[in-house]
């Protein structure tokens, strides 16, 4: 009996010893996550205490206490999806993306709606606030990498993508309607970096690029304060007191951080100057308050998270985790490079949050969740397509598709060495049958 039971342990313990040791890139993610989620935290409470006591509030930490709970809330999803993500959202793809149009309609619903400088985002319920945008980002993306792994033929012609470009086209003008013109910038961006991956033509990439941009242009054109924002980036200077005035406090407060910065909660442009200090202007508070080595460490995570990804990416068992995980990196990259690159001055202000450190609980929650599925994908423990259809040359996913060896004639991979060895024993048979 001890015998049997000390081999009865050994079995237990292999699999606990080979789970263990998780892939880098899991770990890798995972790591950068956490730490963009606690330095988010800290800088939230930072950017909002004195804000929230000399507001309504009168509680230095409220913003503080809500990013707690819905971090935590999504701490849960991110376990969960971690776990079992592709299998539980899989089947659940077109549910989710038909939720997402519902919640962009209704949030224009008179009772519904909520409205916050100028813009109705969010839809009330109780003390929750939801910002459709949000769910609609990743719905997009799970249908996407859906229909492009399923059907990858249709990469190779402009007009079979369409209905796809058309879904998307109708959820950015939902979204522009709010009016969230961010947003749905991160969605496009988000949707042409999911069909790279998936091999599109470049002559049809180049073609969405021109219309994204000509319609890009006319939202900016027939929108007065969108022309506002345009030309205070432009010349902030020229309206300083105006549509120019964020900007350059941003840029104030990112000059007098230094190397070093002032030092942590010390920041002055937070409390009296930048408007939206805990959400989109976050960034430029950590420069004011930890200077250029507080920046440098920001973007050193998001780069950090930016390999894990895309290494999740090559290691991904099957076209659709390997769609889904460029997708859901691109997205995360996309609107971290927006927000920062809006307040260094380097793009025009969009009003969009830097993902898991500015405050925001639908901009959370989403990330988190969506960190959850590259986590199962980077894991392995995400089940590959029962049958996988085979992909046309033309089909076949741009930069990410791993494998190594020669294609030969009937589209079996192997190195030379390994054919000239088969062939080489095919000879001795014949010779010793002849």
């Known amino acids: 009996m001890s015998a049997a039971a000390t081999a009865t342990r050994r ?3 292999a699999p606990r010893a080979k789970r263990g040791a998780p892939p880098v890139e899991y ?35 409220y913003y503080l206490k809500r990013t707690l709970i819905f971090g935590a809330f999504g701490l849960v999803a991110l376990k969960v999806l971690s776990a079992r993500g592709v299998a539980i959202v899989r089947p659940l793809t077109g549910a989710l993306l038909g939720l997402s149009f519902v919640l962009l309609l209704v949030v224009h619903l008179p009772g519904f709606g909520v409205e916050a400088n100028g813009a109705t985002r969010w839809i009330g319920l109780g003390p929750i606030q939801v910002q459709p945008a949000e769910v609609t980002k990743v719905a997009l993306i799970l249908y996407g990498a859906q229909l492009l792994s399923t059907r990858p033929k249709i990469t190779g012609e402009l007009r079979l993508l369409v209905p796809y470009l058309a879904v998307a086209g109708t959820a950015c003008a939902l979204i522009v309607f709010e009016p969230d013109l961010g947003s749905a910038l991160i969605v496009a961006f988000s949707v042409t970096a999911l069909l790279v991956a998936a091999g599109v033509k470049l002559r049809h990439l180049a073609l969405i690029f021109g219309a994204l941009a000509l319609l890009a242009a006319l939202m900016i054109l027939i929108e007065p304060y ?27 407060a990112l000059g007098s951080g230094g190397f070093f910065g002032v030092g942590l909660g010390e920041s002055v442009q937070k409390a009296f100057y930048l408007p939206e200090a805990h959400t989109d202007m976050i960034a430029a508070v950590i420069g004011e308050e930890l200077g250029l080595v507080g920046i440098s460490l920001l973007i050193g995570l998001f780069g950090l998270f930016g390999y894990a990804g895309f290494r999740t990416v090559h290691r991904a068992k099957d076209r659709y985790q390997k769609l889904l995980a460029a997708g859901l990196t691109a997205m995360v990259l996309v609107q971290a490079t927006l927000n920062l690159f809006a307040v ?37 423990r995400a089940a590959p397509m029962a049958k996988p259809k085979p992909t046309s040359r033309g089909a076949r996913l741009r930069a990410i598709e791993g494998g190594r060896g020669r294609t030969n004639d009937k589209g079996r ?16 048979r014949r010779r010793a049958t002849g």
Do not use: H, K, W
């Open 27 to 61: 770990s890798i993610m995972l790591t950068a996550t956490l730490c963009l989620l606690a330095f988010g935290v800290v800088m939230v409470f930072s950017a909002s205490s004195t804000t929230s006591l000399l507001g309504e509030s009168g509680d230095s930490a």
């Open 344 to 380: 260094m001055g380097l793009a025009p202000l969009t009003g969009v949050p830097l993902p898991f450190v500015s405050y925001g609980n639908s901009s959370l929650l989403v990330m988190l969740a969506s960190v959850g599925l590259l986590l199962n994908i980077a894991s392995g």
């Open 226 to 252: 969108r022309m506002a924002r345009l030309t205070g980036f432009l010349s902030p200077a020229a309206d300083a007191g105006g549509a120019g005035f964020q900007g350059i406090q941003a840029s104030i």
């Open 11 to 13: 079995l237990l313990r």
């Open 413 to 428: 991979r192997g190195s030379g060495r390994n054919s000239r060895a088969r062939g080489a024993g095919a000879g001795r």
